[in-house]
């Protein structure tokens, strides 16, 4: 096996997405990218645009399924596969409504507390033991329905913040590489 990372920031594909809570996962991955330094490029499987190189001095590939959300583990497995990346070293940034907007949370395995692309790498990777980067979007307003919700973009007050939580959110991936998840929740759990 390999000491590389593979970084997966969720989302759906397509400029009607892209602006949307669902995408925050692509919006770190963007980030990221910007870091290394690299341009996105297609895998050879056409599931997936990615970037390698090198993140925080380690070697790393971020990626972005290009299926729907829903249907993320089949690329995400497949990269972890071409790169003989362990779920030790699989970070998936996504979203999360359980954490209010603004706040972060980083974790190793657990639930999938109704995130259906966490589902779908569940059932892709045959576990749920890799690392998540959870950067909170809070519950919908009212009686709003939550796909409605996550499908919808920020709002223009969060939009001006959006852009803190990202960056704070791409930290957090490299905290985690270079030292561990203890340091890195408490530096960024809050």
């Keep these: 096996m390999t000491d590389q990372w593979l970084i997966v920031g969720l989302g759906n594909p397509g400029p009607t997405y892209s602006t949307t809570r669902h995408n925050v996962g692509y919006m770190v991955a963007e980030v990221l990218a ?14 997936a645009d990615l ?49 209010d ?25 045959g576990t749920g033991d890799y690392y998540r980067v959870r950067v909170g979007l809070g519950r919908p307003p009212g009686r709003q329905n939550t796909a409605d919700f996550v499908l919808k973009s920020y709002t223009p007050i969060e939009r001006r913040d959006l852009p803190t939580y990202v960056e704070e959110a ?15 929740q408490s530096a960024y759990n809050r």
């Design 34 to 47: 910007g870091r290394m330094g690299g341009s996105w490029k297609a895998h050879k499987s056409g599931r």
């Design 51 to 99: 970037v390698e190189g090198q993140l925080a001095g380690i070697k790393a590939v971020v990626a972005r399924p290009r299926s729907y959300m829903n249907e993320s583990g089949g690329p995400v497995a497949g990269l972890a596969q071409y790169y003989k990346v362990e779920p030790d070293h699989l970070i998936v940034v996504h979203d999360e409504l359980d954490i």
């Design 101 to 125: 907007f603004g706040a972060l949370r980083t974790k190793f395995g657990g639930g999938d507390n109704g995130h259906n692309g966490l589902k779908s790498i569940r059932q892709s990777l």
């Design 170 to 184: 791409a930290d957090a991936v490299e905290s985690l590489m270079q030292h561990g998840l203890e340091a890195t």
